[in-house]
Nanobody, 124 residues
Framework: QVQLVESGGGLVQAGGSLRLSCAAS????????VGWFRQAPRKEREFVGT????????HYPDSVKGRFTLSRDSAKSTVYLQMNGLKPEDTAVYYC?????????????????WGPGTQVAVSS
């Protein structure tokens, strides 16, 4: 079992940057692929990116490609989502999620463990 907690959200102006963290409990976190999703009010949950167990494989949707970057620190059991060039449409609650092994998971139902989320607001 793994428990996830996101942090790093906040209010930023358009064009600014934020780095979100997803900290995990449990010694087997290195066996988990991690995905990030976001949900804005009155909108469907949206896939933001995913990183493989060893961090060697990442995948992003076109909406964030080139602006968002995932990385992970195995020693700290933490995955980071670096967000640059933020736009007002990036405003949402951001969630990290984890599932054992594999890579390339882009659907929410494919993940077994979720954090409570962190709010990101981008002003114009």
């Amino acid at each position: 079992q793994v428990q996830l907690v996101e942090s790093g959200g906040g209010l930023v102006q358009a064009g600014g940057s934020l780095r979100l963290s997803c900290a995990a409990s449990g010694r087997t976190f290195n066996l988990y692929a991690v995905g990030w999703f976001r949900q804005a009010p009155r909108k469907e949950r949206e896939f933001v990116g995913t990183i493989s167990m060893n961090g060697g494989i990442t995948h992003y949707p076109d909406s964030v490609k080139g602006r968002f970057t995932l990385s992970r620190d195995s020693a700290k059991s933490t995955v980071y989502l670096q967000m640059n060039g933020l736009k007002p449409e990036d405003t949402a609650v951001y969630y990290c999620a984890a599932r054992l092994v594999g890579s390339g998971w882009t659907q929410g139902y494919e993940y077994d463990h979720w954090g409570p989320g962190t709010q990101v607001a981008v002003s114009s």
